[in-house]
């Protein structure tokens, strides 16, 4: 429950997520689908102007919450290593202080001492699977919108996480960006997404 509030935002959820699967979590604006993405990425860290009872379990690791001071943390950083996330607002998952998309996309696998050639060769592959090669060179601000989401979903899956939540994920895409830039999502001859 948030702070000031009088209902809680998610109340009696209980989910668990296959591997492998494709989970759509729908609802009308303002039913908490963004709190739970935000919850389940890391992104909303209990005790952030709420409350939050229950638990959390990623790849074995169980986290509970009583509503407490003494409930665990999340490690975000740790934590997004496991779980990619591509926010309703695409622009807040980018650093803001790379000049090129390449270098946006490689942004985060220079915070975890990814070697260069590597590191090239990831940004390469995701560019191809995210339709973003031919802006490689492109300041991310001069972006359109559907640009700008395929590049928060590349930089979301450019370190393979195994689990992707994505937040309104075909906003601001063209017809033909759901297949292109999301080429794993209801194509099944394209290729799969990074394990």
């Known amino acids: 429950m948030f702070s000031g509030e009088k209902e809680p935002v998610l109340a009696g959820l209980d989910a668990a997520f296959a591997a492998g699967s494709l989970t759509a979590v729908l609802g009308g604006s ?5 709190t739970l993405g935000r919850l389940l990425a890391g992104w909303l860290l209990p005790g952030d102007g709420g409350t939050l009872t229950g638990f959390l379990e990623l790849a074995g690791t169980r986290l509970r919450f009583t509503g407490t001071a003494a409930d665990p943390r999340i490690d975000p950083g740790s934590w997004g290593r496991r779980v990619g996330f591509v926010p309703q607002d ?3 998952a980018l650093s803001t202080v790379r000049a090129t998309v390449a270098e946006e996309l490689a942004f985060g696998l220079e915070n975890a001492g990814i070697d260069r050639a590597t590191m090239a060769g990831d940004v390469r592959h995701t560019a191809a699977l995210t339709g973003l090669t031919r802006l490689l060179d492109r300041d991310p601000v001069t972006l359109s919108g559907g640009q700008l989401r395929r590049l928060a979903v590349g930089c979301a899956v450019i370190a393979r996480p195994a689990v992707l ?3 309104e994920p075909f906003a601001s895409l063209d017809t033909d960006g759901p297949k292109t830039s999301l080429p794993w999502c209801g194509n099944s001859s394209r290729t799969a997404p990074p394990s």
């Open 30 to 34: 303002g039913s908490g689908k963004s």
């Open 165 to 167: 939540i994505m937040d």
């Open 90 to 92: 695409p622009s807040a």
